[in-house]
């Protein structure tokens, strides 16, 4: 199976980040994790992002918050998918990540989740990589069938 490779722009955006290795970790899908910034590390963004095929990466998530152009960049350097989770900033509550994560110019698309959204952006690799496995769609559904009896079993 695929890896994927969770990349972040600061060790300050590990917090959130780390939600995204707790799914990956739940599911057993192998992946790598590494600080990269796309202004501060720009070669070594270049060298890492055009590598991630060859190492086995099928998808990559990328944290980042503020001029979040981490993601856009990663999906300007390879046709892996990239999925991109905008930071919560303290100045602009992370509007600032999302909308420069979003609005990407097309052709070069970067999957964006919610400000925060480390897990789900786990969870929309993991169905990634499901698409022909059909071990991992069944891991899928289990976690969808008990999310669902949770909620329906939810006393208020
Ligand atoms: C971004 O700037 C990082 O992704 C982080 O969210 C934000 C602040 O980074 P630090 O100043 O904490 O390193 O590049």
Redesign the pocket.
Same mark, same amino acid.
């Given at each position: 199976m695929k890896k994927v490779s969770i990349i972040? =722009?600061?060790?300050?955006?590990y917090e959130v980040m780390s939600g995204a290795e707790q799914i990956l970790t739940q599911f057993g899908v192998e992946y790598e994790k590494k600080v990269i910034? *796309?202004?501060?590390t720009l070669d070594f963004m270049v060298e890492y992002t055009r590598g991630a095929k060859d190492r086995g990466v099928g998808v990559i998530i990328a =944290? *980042?918050?503020? *001029? *979040?152009h981490?993601a856009g960049v990663a999906a300007g350097l390879t046709v892996l998918p990239v999925i991109g989770v905008p930071?919560m900033?303290k100045g602009l509550g992370g509007l600032d990540?999302l909308l420069s994560m979003v609005q990407m110019p097309s052709g070069i698309p970067v999957a964006t989740v919610a400000v925060n959204g480390s897990k789900n952006a786990a969870l929309l690799a993991i169905e990634m990589l499901a698409i022909d496995d059909e071990a991992l769609t069944d891991k899928l559904l289990k976690f969808r069938q008990e999310q669902a009896e949770k909620v329906l079993s939810s006393v208020i």
């Open positions: 972040m =722009g600061s060790v300050s955006d910034s *796309a202004h501060r =944290g *980042a918050g503020g *001029a *979040a981490l930071i900033t990540s």
